[in-house]
T-cell receptor, first 117, second 117 residues
Framework: AQSVTQLDSQVPVFEEAPVELRCNYS??????LFWYVQYPNQGLQLLLK??????LVESINGFEAEFNKSQTSFHLRKPSVHISDTAEYFC???????????????FGTGTQLKVEL | GAGVSQSPSNKVTEKGKDVELRCDPI?????LYWYRQSLGQGLEFLIY????????KSGLPSDRFSAERTGGSVSTLTIQRTQQEDSAVYLC???????????????FGPGTRLTVT
């Protein structure tokens, strides 16, 4: 089984400041890692994913995340946030091995990013 | 193309009534997932359908919950004798299963907000 921990439930930050949203996971098997974003009153959107290869992955809107196997972490970062980044961010994992449930995602509890002027 | 759609967007029901929630996946996506998002439990997996295989129901919280998928496309999640703890947002996701990395990308619908009074 897998579990995901997002220690920060809320992160307030001023516009144009850098931000890091923390994600740690636990799993007995190898996993793929994801960050999803949920804007107010909308569904989940895939922000970025780590499947293999380079441990640093980037999204089209300036976010990046780095997979650290030794620390079992997949923290999300952005060097300069914008008001429009205000949303809830969910870290998720799925096991590489299909053991039933297909590629069901196990989510963290989410981090509310609030960008202020 | 069209994304995952869900209906209704909001549903208010009285305790003890049955409800049906509908999901239309992206055309051609063979895998379909139901998740529940609630304040107390966060985002949790409910059930998974893949092609003509038997569904994985391991995430259903009780036997009051059931789901079916007709013709490998539309899915209906049914909750019988609703309870107040069933109040949540029910999310549907679909993916293009098979070989390759796209199998790990789940596309979510906007959700159905269920309120049990």
């Amino acid at each position: 089984a897998q579990s995901v921990t997002q220690l920060d439930s809320q992160v307030p930050v001023f516009e144009e400041a850098p931000v890091e949203l923390r994600c740690n996971y636990s799993s007995s098997v190898s996993v793929y890692l994801f960050w999803y974003v949920q804007y107010p009153n909308q569904g989940l959107q895939l922000l970025l994913k780590y499947l293999s290869g380079s441990t640093l992955v980037e999204s089209i809107n300036g976010f990046e995340a780095e997979f650290n196997k030794s620390q079992t972490s997949f923290h999300l970062r952005k060097p300069s946030v914008h008001i429009s980044d205000t949303a809830e961010y969910f870290c998720a994992v799925t096991a590489l091995i299909l053991t039933g449930g297909g590629n069901k995602l196990t989510f963290g509890t989410g981090t509310q990013l609030k960008v202020e002027l | 193309g069209a994304g995952v759609s869900q209906s209704p967007s909001n549903k208010v029901t009285e305790k003890g009534k049955d409800v049906e929630l509908r999901c239309d996946p992206i055309s051609g996506h063979t895998a379909l997932y139901w998740y529940r998002q609630s304040l107390g439990q966060g985002l949790e997996f409910l059930i998974y359908f893949q092609g003509n295989s038997a569904p994985d129901k391991s995430g259903l919280p009780s036997d009051r919950f059931s789901a079916e998928r007709t013709g490998g496309s539309v899915s209906t999640l049914t909750i019988q004798r609703t309870q107040q703890e069933d109040s949540a947002v029910y999310l549907c996701a679909s993916s293009l299963e098979g070989s390759g990395r796209t199998r790990y990308e789940q596309y979510f619908g906007p959700g159905t907000r269920l309120t049990v009074t």
